[in-house]
């Protein structure tokens, strides 16, 4: 299948973005592109390292700046950091060349799925259920400016996988 677009994959963290993504991409026989690791290369910090030594300001700053310029390709999916909702012009450049699909999981689902992880600085908090609960309030708005929902709640990746490949094959008949 032909992509005219870009797929892209946005939602909390745990919400199984990078899995499906890499799915996504090796059906499609297209290239994966993932914003953390993008920001990881070019500042040759990993994101716990970028968030300890400049904060979450100038982590931001370079998630936009990667977000313009992969927004610029056409054919790739690609998989976003949860917070690349925060900064309001990165949701209208990822939909400008994009189909932007929001993985829906819900607060207890995703504590449970990354209770245990530990590359995640914005989890280094004493409750953090009570946070994610709290931040994904705050970010459900934005997460839900996406052009689908797809639920993520079910452990299998492969019901989102099935779906996305299902709105992607009626956009291609549409010739998107
Ligand atoms: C973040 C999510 C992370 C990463 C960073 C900040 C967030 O990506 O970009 O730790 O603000 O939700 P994943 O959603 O891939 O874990």
Do not use: W
């Not at 690609?78 to 909702?85: L, N, P, R, Y």
């Amino acid at each position: 299948m032909l992509l005219e677009k870009n797929v892209v994959l946005i939602g909390f963290m745990g919400s199984g973005k990078s899995m499906v993504a890499r799915r996504l991409a090796d059906h499609l026989k297209v290239e994966l592109v993932r914003t953390d690791d993008l920001i990881e290369a070019r500042t040759g910090k990993s994101v716990n390292g970028i968030f300890e030594d400049h904060g979450e300001s100038y982590f931001r700053e370079i998630e936009s700046e990667v977000v313009k310029e992969i927004s610029h390709r056409l054919g790739v999916v690609i998989d976003c950091g949860g917070g690349v909702v925060c900064t309001k012009e990165n949701l209208q450049y990822l939909k400008s060349n994009g189909i932007v699909f929001y993985l829906q999981a819900s607060p207890e689902v995703i504590y449970q799925r990354i209770k245990n992880e530990t590359h995640r600085p914005l989890l280094k908090v004493p409750d953090p259920l009570g946070f994610i609960r709290q931040l994904y309030q705050q970010r459900l708005p934005l997460y839900n400016q996406a052009d689908y929902i797809i639920d993520a709640n079910d452990a299998s990746i492969e019901g989102p996988v099935v779906e996305i490949l299902r709105v992607i094959a009626s956009k291609a008949k549409q010739s998107f």
